[in-house]
């Protein structure tokens, strides 16, 4: 016997959709999805559904939320409990449902536009309290869903079909967004950066607090088309020939700007940070002492 194992062989011709790895973290039923061929936002959710497998969670102990967009369907095709709510508000809808179940570990998934742009307000105040959330933000540079318009992340010269003649509008920076206002994790990747973004995934599902997950995925149907961009494979050529990895970088230094160097890696990581609901609970602590009675009661409402 040869000292090296022999690989599987594999029956291509009698290969299932159910055989797939990442299968059994996808409602199969609802396949296909909605997204076009070279999209990214699959890639995201293959990476995740890896971590997860990595991980082995109690899916009990899983909550998705996703808001409304391309990137919002993802809630609809993870296997767990999943919320697909309404434009914006995901944040919010998140937020109440730790609140109220304090021992499921919520992740969202949503857009630009619905994250920074009707969303923003709740994004920058969970992220001011540290709310504790895994917040994926898809950043495809545009509202796509509706129609390649300009969001608040188009870079500066960019062509939506709402500026025709370029974008003038100053882009957010997302990751200076989030850390500024008070997240405990702070990451960027691209759509191509597949061990990376899965490593970080693990990484910040086992982390606490308000932890915000940008992946950069140009919308190659909308926006890769209408600035010229060639196709999916001419994007990926494009993240591998311009991202730079830099941990630990100021976030202050990670605009992205048309066409440019995309600065990657893990910029915030601060676990001991408190979060809201530790804040809350030592709080009422010290004030009430005795007569604070948790609720929820420690370990959530759950009930075997
Ligand atoms: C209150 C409200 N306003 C507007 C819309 C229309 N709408 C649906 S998706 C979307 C943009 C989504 O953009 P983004 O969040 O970046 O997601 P993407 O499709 O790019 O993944 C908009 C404006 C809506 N559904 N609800
Ligand atoms: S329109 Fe853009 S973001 Fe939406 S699925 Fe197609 S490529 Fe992806
Ligand atoms: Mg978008």
């Known amino acids: 016997m040869s000292a090296q194992a022999e690989a599987p062989t594999i029956d291509m011709d009698n290969v299932q959709p159910e055989d797939h790895p990442i299968a059994p973290f996808i409602r199969m039923d609802r396949m296909p999805h909605i997204w076009c061929p070279t999209c990214g ?3 995201v959710v293959k990476c995740y559904a890896a971590a997860m497998e990595k991980l082995d969670l109690d899916p009990k102990t899983i909550a998705i939320v996703s808001g409304i967009g391309c990137t919002g369907r993802v809630a609809g095709y993870m296997n767990y409990d999943a919320f697909h709510t309404t434009h914006g508000r995901a944040i919010a809808f998140a937020t109440g449902l730790k609140m109220a179940r304090t021992e499921l570990n919520v992740t969202l998934f949503s857009g630009d536009g619905d994250l920074s742009g009707i969303g923003g307000n709740h994004f920058i105040h969970a992220a001011r309290r540290n709310m504790d959330l895994l917040v994926v933000l898809v950043n495809n540079f545009t509202y796509a869903m509706t129609g390649g318009q300009n969001a608040p992340t188009t870079p500066l010269k960019a062509i939506s079909s709402t500026m025709p003649f370029g974008n003038f509008d100053q882009p957010f920076n997302l990751p200076h967004l989030a850390a500024s206002c008070g ?13 990376r973004m899965t490593k970080t995934f693990e990484e910040a599902m086992q982390r606490k607090g308000f932890r915000f997950i940008e992946v950069i995925a140009p919308c190659s149907t909308l926006y890769a088309r209408r600035n010229k961009l060639g196709t999916g494979l001419n994007l990926m050529q494009f993240y591998h020939d311009n991202s730079e990895i830099r941990h630990g970088e100021d976030t202050r230094n990670v605009d992205i700007g048309f066409q440019e160097k995309i600065i990657c890696g893990k910029f915030v990581d601060e676990p001991e940070k408190t979060t809201y609901h530790e804040n809350m609970h030592t709080h009422y602590e010290q004030v009430l002492g005795d007569k604070y009675v948790p609720m929820p009661p420690e370990g959530g409402w759950r009930d075997e």
Do not use: K, N, P, Q
């Open 41 to 43: 936002i699959g890639t």
């Open 183 to 195: 997240a405990s994790y702070v990451a960027r990747w691209t759509s191509l950066h597949i061990r």
